[in-house]
């Protein structure tokens, strides 16, 4: 798999999303790099997390995953 | 006095139980008077707020706590989860609370030393209110501010030696029964599987890896004292494949009464006299156990491991030698769909810690792959087991399958054949076939 691609493939989708959607669930990625097993997809996912390109909302029982600062949380609750 | 007046609260106190309402008043006086002089990191009146935010949502008869966040500790995609409360002026202590996991140790073995220095932690950097355990396992610490999210994770790997658990759509902390280190049934080394399996699988414990939860839990003995039969999505739980050792002379001492059934668990009622019979063998659930000559004898290919004889008479009978590990798979709470317990998908697996147990990892990374491909958002192991069918995660795991894993024979036959198992596929020429079998 082409990493860099893939990390660019999902931005640019979640930026085109942002406007109707700011939180997603991890298959939803699967579906933007279908040519790859969930598992790649997912360490692709967790490093852009790490390199803070995207971030974690946790419910605690169930995870979603958004472009970092998006979505109304982060200021409601101070968090930015 | 108290910063909130808590009528409603005060009545949970009332009854003859030990009340956690207590517990909170405690903890918020203790704060107040502060006779260690502790330099707290997050609001002293963090408890009072607690006692008041609750008292008015029992007044509301609805939560005043938001839902999740984003907050968490650099790296890690569980293990933290955002609490907020919606009355942040009126309860500013609580205003942030978030909750802690804290990766349990196997067996939950501690020295009070150790638990002092936790205590310490929370009590420094949280609101020093902890509940353990929570239902998967892990110490919770309930009740921080996002700054001292990293103080508090640095402290815990460094100086405690301890790990945050699992939350969210990750591996859960694994948790275990103590096993051998106490248990004379035991029949794996569970807390050298649960510590193995936790290091093994880090990734997947902190960092989100799968459509939802997902859980581990360990069993030494069928009796299942960390019930992950009901409530982990693969269930390891111990059992043998050879015969119940029995030593007949302590079979004879029970009868004669010398020694008390159940260890003594149940002599303070007047049951009567030990009977062997009403006890023990006329309900064992198989009916694979009978008395001949004054001997007790037991079918055992018929035992299907409920251990009832096994605890009613523990210096009589004990588990065979030839030990392992059934898996269990599916089982869960009812969130989304009905509560499920485990189905039998492995009967019997070999636990070899020299082969850093081959064997069972295999069965779960197939398990993962095809829950992680095939598994909707929020849809649980069990669940897909049951939408997919069994015979598919037999297919997927590459299991064949075996009596033990049909429930009731002849009622609901769940296997069927493929094409390309039958010879000559579906397609049988029915004239042919009638030469030979009239109608």
């Known amino acids: 798999m082409d990493i860099e691609a893939a990390r660019e493939t999902i931005l640019t989708t979640l930026k085109k999303k942002s406007k109707s959607k700011s939180k997603f669930y991890l298959k939803d990625f699967y579906k933007m790099i279908p040519d790859e097993k969930p598992r790649a997809v997912k360490n692709v996912v967790n490093k852009m997390v790490q390199d803070e390109l995207l971030e974690y909302w946790s419910s605690g029982s169930t995870t979603l995953i958004g472009l970092k600062g998006m979505g109304k949380q982060a200021h409601a609750e101070d968090e930015d | ?439």
């Open chain 2, 1 to 439: 006095m108290a910063k909130h007046e808590t009528p409603l609260l005060d009545q949970l106190e009332s009854g003859p139980w030990p009340s956690f309402v207590s517990d909170l008043k405690q903890e918020a006086e203790a704060r107040a008077k502060n006779e260690r002089n502790i330099e707290y990191q997050i609001p002293v009146d963090a408890v009072d707020d607690l006692l008041g935010v609750l008292e008015l949502s029992f007044k509301h008869g609805r939560t005043h706590w938001k839902h999740g966040g984003i907050v968490g500790v650099f790296g890690y995609g569980g293990g933290v989860i955002g609490r907020y409360c919606d009355q942040p002026d009126n309860f500013p202590g609580v205003a942030h609370f978030h909750t802690m996991r804290v990766n349990h140790p196997a067996g939950k073995y501690y020295t009070t030393e150790y638990l002092k220095q936790l205590c310490d932690l929370w009590d420094f950097r949280g609101s020093g209110i902890t509940n353990m355990h929570g239902s998967t396992g892990d110490i919770i610490f309930l009740g921080t501010t996002t700054p001292q999210l990293e103080e508090i994770f640095y402290e815990l790997t460094h100086n405690l030696n301890q790990d945050l658990g699992g939350s969210g759509s990750n591996l859960r902390t694994p948790s275990d029964c103590i096993g051998s280190s106490r248990c004379e049934w035991a029949c794996f080394d569970t807390q050298a599987i649960c510590h193995f399996m936790t290091k093994e699988f880090q990734d997947e414990l902190h960092r989100p890896a799968f459509p939802y939860k997902f859980k581990f839990k360990f069993d030494g003995c069928p009796n299942c004292c960390v019930a992950s039969i009901a409530r982990a999505d693969i269930s390891f739980i111990g059992t043998w494949r050879d015969d119940i050792r029995i030593d007949q002379d302590a079979v004879q001492g029970y009868i004669a009464g010398d020694y008390p059934p159940n260890g003594g668990a149940h002599a303070d009622g007047n049951w009567g006299a030990f009977d062997i019979n009403k006890e023990v063998v006329n309900i064992c659930p198989t009916g694979c156990m009978s008395m001949q000559d004054g001997k007790l004898e037991i079918d055992n290919k018929e035992c299907t491991r409920c251990m009832h004889c096994i605890n009613v008479m523990p210096r009589a009978l004990r588990p065979g030698t030839d030990t392992g590990l059934s898996m269990l798979v599916g089982a869960k709470a009812p969130i989304l769909d009905g509560a499920q317990m485990g189905s039998l998908l492995v009967p019997f697996v070999e636990v070899n810690p020299d082969n850093d147990y081959e064997a069972i990892i295999e069965v779960i990374e197939a398990l993962w792959d095809w829950w992680m491909e095939e598994g909707k958002n929020r849809e649980r192991l069990g669940e897909l087991i049951k939408r997919q069918g069994f015979q598919k995660m037999l297919d997927m795991t590459g299991i064949k399958p075996m009596p033990q894993h049909v429930q009731e024979p002849r009622t609901n036959p769940y296997i069927f054949w493929k094409e390309d198992e039958v010879p000559g596929g579906f397609n049988a020429d029915i004239t042919e076939f009638r030469k030979h079998h009239l109608r």
